[in-house]
Structure formats: structure tokens, C-alpha cells
């Protein structure tokens, strides 16, 4: 409530609710402006201040006023309102005493009345909309299903609606048709197991509509929440039961995702409505499918009388022809016009003037005549040829005889048959007779009947041979151990039962001596009796030759085995046809069977293109191609030979053989070849060298007569002998290292290093190098001594040899660390060292790094081939004029260590 004064257009008072609807203190109202508590129009349009102006002035000349209205509280929303307004007395001011009253209740219920109207009109709409679709009253289930679930989905402004229909057995609530709004798609085919809701079950039993606004909750539907709510994130279901043939078909299934929906009464009764559509569409469906069915068995019964080319004829009590068919004016011979005339029995003395002899037909037309109850049949032959069966039955209707149907069948193919029958028989029993396979026709398991194939077979005569069983026959025991006698009853049993029975069986002749047999058993009838034949074919020489061409298969596949080339067989498109893979399977692209794949799928794609491109020379040539081809493969060059054969019109064998160790082998033997030339041509020059000084400083030692100048030649002779020394020991060495095998000893370090220093010491400036010696071993070592010499005796020698005579001091310095899995040995001098430009060759034959070296140039490529016949590794580390420094690694061959670690893995 509060008081006005126009004059100022401010409040003169407010009481306590105008401070809670405005949401303003009383203090704040009596400052503002009352337009400011207005929003600028109002829901028609007009000017609020404007309007709201007029309405005060108005109750100010005394007009009560009462007003609906728009108020803003404080946050600035709006308020619905409902304002009176009188004439407030005073004798100096003009004011007016209002009250609000805020009516947002009001006008919702007022809206939600309206609302509820219009969903009523529109529902209603639907309704009768859906009662005239030609879907649902046509029977069309998946149209009506359709239209039915996209009309709740609309109507009712939800996300999905699904028809769910139970199966014949009860035992699923199948999906038959679902509409989802946000994908505007209809989905069918999901299933739900009736077992995991129980409840649900007998809920719809007896309720009308489920409105479970919360449905996880809902005790009705939680059952539905883990396996099915919960993962498609539906919030509430409206669901309505519908009914045909007096019980339960299904629901009618409302879902509403991402939040819960308040299911109104109107939604709940428009749900229950649609359940009626549904049934009445399942009425619908079953009314045209019953139509439907009932037109199809019209249509067969009337397709089959037009269509049998048997004869039939329908005639009433009096003979009056009331229906016929085409079939019987043919085998009749009797003209449609005189059926069609009003006289009793009017084509009977037609079609007795084509029969050869009647009289048989006509008395059985007397019979009828005298006991309509009687049931005909006869045979005759017509003139023309054909023979012809009828048959005569009365026709009666609600239990009385109201004519007679004429049945006629034409079985002159059959009287032929039967000749033609006969005259097989015949035949048939020449062929039993001389049948190449003993026949025996048996009675249960016993022989009543057989050919002369079986007596020459068994060695028994035909009074032998009848009566027998075929266990009899045969040995007590058949190979795999069972008893003839209760092994083969089940067979025949078979046999009886209809099924036809083959197996390998072993018989045995009259005088004890078992043999091989193919049997076959099947059932004959003859008329109303039923024997067992058995053909039972001698196999000893096809199982013999069978023996024969096993163990030549397995000859050859051993052969084919043991060749360790990958074999393809393929057509011209590509497709291997056949295949023997190789240990190495490297050259594969694909894993499992390699069938009916493309050749370029199999193999790397430039082997796959020549070999194609080869396979096409030699099916055009016939003759075999042959290339070799390198490859990278898995990281690492490979070489490989492949030869094609043609093997037929359109196919061809590729082996392809992986070479690599063997281009490999003979590469080394081309540098083995060409070493060996070398080193035979260097050998002999180095050989022959000193031996050419030494013959020639003797020569003049003989004509030399002064001792200093003999002396001097001496000292020459002597630097020969040593240098020819020196050679010849490496030769030695060389030798032994190439042919000696790896002998395997432990290692003394010290009495190895030892010996090569004393070897060493008269060497020329030996005793200016001192010698260095560090050994630190943590295990036993093991390895080859004689190799290990080598090493040290060229490398230390070497130190000496190639010391720089300009140093002060020389030194060589050897360096030993073993452990339990390796050695490190580390030799360094500070010789003259080695050019950059030589290191590469150091390790090559007969190559000298230095031009004072007086060395034959195969120590080093001893020392690099004896540390690759060790498994080991050696580096080169040198500086000209400084020094040159080899480190080592080689492995500890231990044998007790091994024994411990192929323990471990194991």
C-alpha cells in the first residue's frame, strides 16, 4: 500500500510488503521516482509512465481505478500485478492512496489452464487425425508404427517414443518401431530380456498409463535403470500397455532425456489413447493378413482346378453338370457345349462312344445309380490310345448327398512305366549277374540273395553263402580292434533306417585269408517289402597302390622339405595356387596362409613385378627363366636366385633361394684368391730380397782382405738374416692363424706378456723402449694362447720397431682388465705413429704405413684376422709423431661360466 503525491510524483508512504515486492527499502522507495518501478511499456505496447499517469489522475478526480500491471523489483524483473487505485483526501495536495497486489500465481495458473486447453485441442486433433489414416486402417503395422510414434513424439514435445511389442514366446520386449526427435530417425531391432523386470510385468498388468516423472526412482521402472536408463541417460518414461487378443501385446514407450518431465494428465491420457491406436492397428494388421491368406487359398484351390491336367467334373443329384475344368474335356473327349446343356448325365454317352470297352464304366454307373453312397474306380482305354483312371465319389453338405465328383487321371505314362519297369528288371538282373562287385541282397543281416561276383569273391557256393551273416564273412577282429559280429548290426541297421551306409570293411574267403573291401549299403523296397543291399568291392590292390603312393608322397615331401627354398606356385593373375615356405620366412609380407593372395601382397614389391615379368617369358616361351636379384630385407642386403618353370597353360613355379652366404662365400673367395696371389708374389720377393744381399755381401767378403770393412759387411749379412728371420715368422704366424682350430686353454697373462717381451729383446733398439706392463684379472680367463701371442708378439714388436729414435725415452705400455665376461687390452707406444691417411689400411695385406718400415706388411692383417676368429673387436687410435695406441675387447669363453648360463635360460 502506499500513498502518492502527483504534484511531486513521489511516495509520501509505503507500508512494510511494498518493501518486499519492489525488493527496496522503505528509505530508497520514498527517494525514487515511481516510474522507475515501471519497465518502459507494458505487455500491450503502450508507454507505461504515460499510461500509468492517465490512471492516477483519473482516481485522483475520485475514480476508483483497478488496473492490471507490470511492476520491476529491484534485480529488475518483472512482476505481474494487480493495482487499485482511490482519491487519498487532502486539502492542500493532490495524492492518491494505491495498493499492488502481485498475482504471478494467478497468471500462471491461468496460463497453464490455457495451455492444458490447447494441448486438449491439439491432442484431439491428432486423434481423430490417426483414426482416418489410411496406415492404421489398412493394416500397414510398420506405416501406422511409424506414424503413431512421430505423433506422440510431436504432440507431447519429447525426445523418443518406441512401440514394443513381446515375442511369441514371451521372453523379450522387442522394438518394433522407435522415433527420436533429435535425430529425426526411425530405429527398430533392440531387445530386452522380460527376465530382468519382473515387476514391470505385473504393473502393466493392472495400470492403465506408467507416469514415472522421475524413473530411475520410480519403483515401477527402476528395474530399467542400470542396464538400460542409465546408459541412453533417460530421466523419465510415459508408458501405456496395449492389448490384443485379450491380453498384453506391448507398450507404448514415452522417453525424456537430459532432465526429469512432469507428466501432465493430458500427456497421460493422449499416451493411454495412443495405445488404442496401436491396438487398433494390430487388428488391422491381423484382418489383412487373414484377407490376404484366405485370397491365396481361393486363389490355390481355383489355380489348382484350373491348372491339374487331371479331369474333374462336378455334378449335382440329378447329373446336372454344375463345374468342370479343361483337364476333364481333354480326357473325357467330350465338348464343353454339351456339358453346358440342361440334360442329366449329358456327356456320359460321349465319353462312353471313346472308350474301347465300356461296359466295366457303365456298370459301375449302375452302381452308383442304385447306392449314391458308393465310391467308384475304374480303368479303361480310349480309342485314341491313352489309358485312363476315374474315380466316382459323392459329394455331400451338411450331411446329405448333393451330387457327385468326377476325378479323371490320365496314367498312361504309368502303364508305360510299368512296361519299361519290367523290361529294367530284366536288365537289372543281367547286370546283377554280371556285376564286376560282389551284390548280396540281405534280410535283416543275414544273405538271401547275391550274384556270382560274391560267390567267386568268398569261395563259397550259393547254398554256402545263403543264410550267412556278413560278420560271418569276416575276421572275429576288424582292424581297429572291435568284433565284426558287434561292429556290423549297426551298420546295417542304418542302412534299414533309410540312410545310405559306406565304409572300409576287412572280409574274409572261404579258406581264412582276409582281405580289403569297399561296402555300401543301402535300402530297396520292392512292393510293401524292404530288403538291404550290400556291393561290396574288393580294394586289396587300390590299397596296396594307395600304400605305395603314401610313402611316395612322403619321400617327396621329405625331399621337398629338406630343400630350403621358398616355392610359389601361381596363375597369370597373380594368385598363388600352392606353396612351400623356407626356414627363413624374411621375405614375407603377410603372416598365416599364403592361398589365394596376390603375388604382390606376398613378396616386396620389385621382387613381386620381375617375377611377374619373367613367369609371362616363360609361359610365352616355355623355357625356364632364371635371374638373380639383390635386396634389402628386414635392414640388411640379401641376394637372392629365382627360377621360373611353367608347370601348365596358365601357371607357373617360382623357387626362389636366398644366396647370400653364398655370393657372400665367393666374394670371399675372390679376395681370398687374390690375397693368396699377392701374398705369393710378395713372399717370394721378400723371400728373395735379403737372400740376394746376403749372396752378394758374401761375394765380396771373399775379395775383401781389411777385417773392419769384413766386419762391417758382417753387420750388414747380420741385418738380413734378421729381417729374413722376421718374415719367415710372420709366415708362421699367418699359417697358424688361417688353418690352426681355436683351442680353448685358461690364460696366464703374465707368462704370455713375458714370453713376447723375451722374444722381442734382441730385437735392434730393444733396449731402448722400456716396457710397461699393468694386469688386473677379476676372473679366470679363458681363450685361445697361441692367437693371443700372435696379438702381442706383432703389436709389441711393432712399439720396438717403430719407436721414434728422436724421443729421450721410448716406451710401450700393456694394459689388461678381465672379467668374468670379457678382456680389455690396451698397447700404446709413443712410436713415430701412422699418417691419417694410412689408418684406414693399417689392417690390409702386405700395406706399409711407414717408409723406414723394413716389416713384410701381413703382422697387422694377423693381428686384425686372429681378433675376428676370437669373436672380438680391436680399434686404432694414432698420431703422427706422438704414438699409436690398440685397444682390444675379447670374450671370456669360459666353458664353466656357459654351463651356468644355459642353466639360467633354462
Same mark, same amino acid.
Given at each position: ?32 521516482? /515511481? ?48 493495482? *487499485? ?43 481423430? !487425425?490417426?483414426? !482416418? ?64 523386470? @519382473? ?48 491380453? &498384453? ?10 532432465? /526429469? ?105 449302375? *452302381? ?25 465319389? /459323392?459329394? %455331400? ?6 451330387? =457327385? ?33 560282389? &551284390? ?34 569276416? @575276421? ?37 585269408? /582276409? ?13 510293401? =517289402? ?32 629338406? &630343400? ?52 609371362? *617369358? ?31 597353360? =596358365? ?11 653364398? %655370393? ?53 749379412? +747380420? ?16 699359417? =697358424? ?13 703374465? &707368462? ?15 733396449? *731402448? ?80 704405413? +711407414? ?39 675379447? @670374450? ?6 656357459? %654351463? ?7
Amino acid at each position: 500500500i502506499f500513498v502518492m503525491d502527483l504534484e511531486t510524483e513521489r511516495f509520501i508512504e509505503v507500508n512494510k510488503n511494498s518493501e518486499v515486492l519492489f525488493g527496496r527499502m522503505r528509505e530508497e522507495l520514498m527517494e525514487i521516482n /515511481p516510474r522507475d518501478l515501471n519497465p518502459p511499456f507494458q505487455p500491450d505496447g503502450s508507454d507505461s509512465w504515460s499510461r500509468q499517469r492517465g490512471l492516477l489522475e483519473s482516481a485522483s478526480e475520485g475514480n476508483a481505478t483497478v488496473y492490471e500491471w507490470v511492476h520491476l523489483n529491484a534485480e529488475g524483473k518483472e512482476i505481474p500485478c494487480e493495482v *487499485r487505485l482511490n482519491r487519498f483526501p487532502s486539502a492542500s495536495r493532490v495524492m492518491v492512496r494505491g495498493s499492488v497486489t502481485n498475482i504471478t500465481e494467478r497468471k500462471l495458473t491461468e496460463k497453464r489452464v490455457l495451455d492444458s486447453r490447447e494441448q486438449l485441442r491439439i491432442q484431439n486433433e491428432k486423434l481423430i !487425425a490417426l483414426t !482416418a489414416s489410411p496406415a492404421i486402417n489398412s493394416g500397414d503395422l510398420e506405416a501406422a508404427f511409424r506414424e503413431i510414434s512421430q505423433v506422440v513424439c510431436e504432440t507431447l514435445s519429447v525426445h523418443r517414443t518406441g512401440i514394443w511389442l513381446f515375442d511369441e514366446r514371451g521372453e523379450n520386449l522387442a522394438c518394433r518401431m522407435e522415433y527420436d526427435v533429435r535425430s529425426n530417425l526411425f530405429e527398430q531391432g533392440r531387445e530386452l530380456p522380460v527376465r530382468d523386470f @519382473p515387476h514391470y510385468l505385473q504393473v502393466i498388468q493392472d495400470e492403465r498409463v506408467i507416469a514415472a516423472h522421475y524413473a530411475r526412482e520410480d519403483e515401477r521402472t527402476r528395474e530399467f535403470t542400470e542396464n538400460y536408463l542409465i546408459p541412453a541417460n533417460i530421466f523419465s518414461v510415459l508408458d501405456a500397455p496395449f492389448r490384443h487378443d485379450g491380453k &498384453i501385446a506391448g507398450v507404448v514407450w514415452v522417453e525424456q532425456f537430459i532432465e /526429469p518431465k512432469e507428466w501432465s494428465l493430458e500427456a497421460q491420457n493422449f499416451v493411454a489413447s495412443m495405445a488404442d491406436m496401436v491396438t487398433l492397428a494390430l487388428e488391422a494388421w491381423e484382418r489383412k493378413k487373414a484377407e490376404v491368406e484366405l485370397a491365396q487359398t481361393l486363389s490355390k484351390m481355383r489355380a489348382t482346378f484350373d491348372s491339374t491336367q487331371d479331369g474333374i467334373l462336378v455334378v449335382d443329384i440329378e447329373g446336372r453338370v454344375l463345374e468342370y475344368n479343361e483337364g476333364f474335356l481333354d480326357l473325357s473327349n467330350v465338348p464343353a457345349e454339351v456339358l453346358q446343356s440342361d440334360d442329366e448325365n449329358p456327356g456320359f454317352l460321349v465319353m462312353l462312344e471313346h472308350v474301347v470297352d465300356h461296359k466295366g464304366l457303365e456298370d459301375a454307373m449302375s *452302381r452308383m445309380e442304385k447306392n449314391p453312397e458308393t465310391k467308384e474306380g475304374y480303368i479303361y482305354e480310349v480309342k485314341d490310345g491313352r489309358t485312363i483312371e476315374v474315380y466316382i465319389r /459323392p459329394m %455331400k453338405m451338411d450331411g446329405k448327398i448333393r451330387g =457327385r465328383l468326377w476325378f479323371l487321371h490320365d496314367i498312361t505314362d504309368l502303364k508305360r512305366a510299368e512296361a519299361a519297369l519290367l523290361e529294367n528288371e530284366t536288365k537289372f538282373r543281367a547286370l546283377f549277374s554280371q556285376a564286376n562287385d560282389a &551284390i548280396l541282397v540281405m534280410q535283416g543281416a543275414f544273405v538271401s540273395e547275391c550274384n556270382d561276383k560274391a560267390l567267386e569273391m568268398f569261395g563259397l557256393n550259393r547254398e554256402q553263402i545263403t543264410g550267412k551273416a556278413l560278420y560271418e564273412l569276416s @575276421p572275429e577282429l576288424q582292424p581297429d580292434g572291435e568284433q565284426s559280429e558287434s561292429k556290423l548290426p549297426a551298420l546295417v541297421k542304418r542302412a534299414e533306417e533309410g540312410e545310405f551306409v559306406s565304409y572300409n570293411w576287412k572280409h574274409q574267403r572261404a579258406n581264412g585269408v /582276409p582281405f580289403d573291401a569297399e561296402v555300401s549299403l543301402n535300402r530297396i523296397t520292392i512292393g510293401e =517289402r524292404t530288403w538291404t543291399q550290400a556291393f561290396v568291392r574288393d580294394i586289396t590292390e587300390r590299397i596296396e597302390a594307395e600304400g605305395a603312393l603314401r610313402e611316395s608322397e612322403l619321400k617327396n615331401k621329405a625331399i621337398l622339405d629338406a &630343400i630350403p627354398d621358398l616355392m610359389l606356385r601361381i596363375n597369370t593373375e597373380g594368385l598363388v595356387l600352392d606353396y612351400k615356405t623356407n626356414d627363413r620366412e624374411d621375405l614375407l609380407n603377410v603372416e598365416g596362409t599364403l592361398l589365394d593372395r596376390n603375388l604382390v601382397e606376398v613378396l616386396p614389391a620389385s621382387m613381386a613385378a620381375q617375377a611377374l615379368q619373367h613367369m609371362k *617369358r616363360a609361359l610365352a616361351t616355355g623355357e625356364s627363366q632364371q635371374y638373380e636379384l639383390e635386396m634389402m630385407v628386414q635392414g640388411g642386403k640379401r641376394d637372392y636366385e629365382t627360377r621360373l618353370v611353367r608347370s601348365g597353360a =596358365r601357371e607357373a613355379l617360382i623357387i626362389i633361394r636366398d644366396v647370400t652366404e653364398r %655370393k657372400r662365400t665367393e666374394k670371399e673367395l675372390i679376395k681370398r684368391n687374390f690375397e693368396l696371389d699377392s701374398f705369393v708374389y710378395r713372399a717370394s720377393h721378400d723371400l728373395m730380397a735379403p737372400l740376394n744381399s746376403l749372396m752378394g755381401l758374401i761375394e765380396l767378403v771373399k775379395n775383401e782382405t781389411q777385417e773392419v770393412v769384413v766386419l762391417q759387411y758382417v753387420g750388414m749379412m +747380420s741385418k738380413g738374416v734378421e729381417k729374413l728371420d722376421s718374415f719367415i715368422r710372420n709366415l708362421a704366424d699367418f699359417s =697358424r692363424n688361417d688353418r690352426q682350430e681355436i683351442g680353448i686353454n685358461e690364460i696366464n697373462w703374465e &707368462i704370455l706378456v713375458n714370453e713376447s717381451l723375451e722374444n722381442l729383446k734382441f730385437m735392434e733398439n730393444s733396449e *731402448r723402449v722400456k716396457k710397461v706392463v699393468e694386469i688386473k684379472s677379476m676372473a679366470p680367463f679363458f681363450s685361445d694362447p697361441v692367437r693371443l701371442g700372435i696379438l702381442f708378439n706383432n703389436l709389441i714388436s711393432n712399439a720396438v720397431k717403430y719407436q721414434n729414435l728422436e724421443n729421450e725415452t721410448s716406451f710401450v705400455k700393456v694394459e689388461i682388465l678381465n672379467n668374468s665376461r670379457e678382456v680389455h687390452i690396451r698397447i700404446e707406444d709413443n712410436g713415430i705413429g701412422i699418417k691419417e691417411i694410412h689408418q684406414a689400411k693399417v689392417f690390409d695385406l702386405f700395406f706399409r704405413a +711407414s717408409i723406414q718400415s723394413y716389416g713384410s706388411g701381413i703382422g697387422m692383417y694377423i693381428v686384425k684376422d686372429a681378433v675376428d676368429k676370437l669373436k672380438g673387436s680391436i680399434k686404432m687410435k694414432s698420431k703422427l709423431g706422438t704414438g699409436t695406441t690398440f685397444t682390444m675387447v675379447i @670374450p671370456n669363453e669360459n666353458p664353466n661360466l656357459k %654351463k651356468k648360463t644355459k642353466s639360467i635360460e633354462a
